[in-house]
């Protein structure tokens, strides 16, 4: 009896030492992820997200004194010079539009920058009563850059026209306030924003490398959601899906494209696809780091071990589907839809490798609640 207690405890031992190298290898292997995964955090942080809110807060101040020099004396050269600034600041908020985490999180930056279409007629309204309060979650689609978008390219059909709803018409007061107030509100918001990653304000740069697991509520949970969420709903639908009708049983909405009266559409979705594309190779003009692309080749991810080279082609080809996309979109859309199918097909192809393949090569799940099951 006691030799066969002997023989089941020897048995138990052997099974456990057996069991030790997996153990060790398993560990072995989550040490090496996270000691890959906190470099691309901060060239992320460092080279990526915070120079980018910079830009985009340089480019809004640039904006918001050419809307002030317009409201002071609407004339050509200064509409001019406010539209160019305003294309420059559209251009930089794409680059960062899809970093919806942390302090853009917090901030709802998005919605207060680029929810589109603007309702016109709301702020046609808005002016006329002289009451517009730009706050709360009912004025969204009347604040940002697409509200701004329409009050300086389609308030009328000649620049002269728009001149004159500054300058002698009868709410050209209000108008005045109202643009002065969007600039003023955007540039707070990219204030807040910018600061909030600084040192020398809420520091969330430093948070934001520490956290450095795959869980929920880690960096590396926050981006892959984010970046999956944005493409999926503000890329692929937004900006293409729902002017082409795929919301709609077919129905095409061509008033619902991004910069519908700046007939921007294809530039910005252009800049924005760029954006993405360099965020992901942890680039940044010629600041060129470890980026998601590094470390899928490191952890040697999907079946082909080839995950990292099919992201970045997708990235290529969705931005030659573009070039083939004439401007502007909303007419394009209803008299040669086909390079705007093409391209939305191709971000559609992109969708499902970040959400199904990228996401789970990291070892991060998705939790936002999808349209469609894609």
Known sequence: MRCK???ISLFMVTG?????????????E???QETSRIPVLENLASNIIVPGYENLHTQISLLD????????EPNQANLTALRTDFISAYSQWQKVSFLEFGPAFSQTLRAEF???PTDNFSIDNAIESGEFSLTGFSTQNRRGLPAMDYLIYGLADTDEAIIEKYSTDDNAGNRKEYLLALSQLILSKSDLVYNQWLPSGGNYQEEFIQKDGTDVGSSFGEMVNALSQYLERFTRDARMGIPLGKRSQGVIIPRNVEAYYSEQSVPL??????????????KQGDNDGKGFYELLQEIRAGEDEGLADRILAQFDLILSRLDQVPSPLSTIIQTNPAPAEAAHQELQKQVILIKTEFSSALGVLITYQDNDGD
């Not at 456990?16 to 072995?28: F, K, T, Y």
């Open 5 to 7: 207690s002997l023989g």
């Open 16 to 28: 456990l030492i057996g069991l030790l190298p997996s153990c060790v290898e398993d560990s072995a």
């Open 30 to 32: 989550e040490n090496q």
């Open 65 to 72: 004194h050419s809307v002030k020099d317009f409201t002071t």
């Open 114 to 116: 680029n929810t589109f």
């Open 269 to 282: 979705l252009k800049a924005h696809i760029s954006g993405m594309k360099d965020f992901y190779l942890g």
